[in-house]
């Protein structure tokens, strides 16, 4: 799994590694959503980390940007998400605002 270098964590995540950690090996039985980068018309998309361990993710893992304790919390990260892209770029491109945030790297640092 990659994960974005300035990974948005919800408030109700105690130990971000932890469950960095528990996603990576598909470890443990968590109650967490995750956002990820879409790869299809969309921008953004909310997953439950059941839904990661298929095995089709395993050979195509997905780029996590965020991490929260439940599906609302993650509503309100990609709300952030819009909020900082708006204000930063002028637009509602998140994709092209969380690669701009990183510089000439890539988007994700795990």
Known sequence: MKFYRYLYVGES???PAKVKWKLKNHIGQLSIYV???ANGMDQLEIYHCAY???KYYRFHPPVIVGISGSYEEAVELVMQMTKESLETTGCCNI???LKKRTGKGAAYGD
């Open 13 to 15: 995540v105690t130990n």
């Open 35 to 37: 956002i990820c980068l």
């Open 52 to 54: 990661l361990k298929q």
């Open 95 to 97: 994709n092209a605002y």
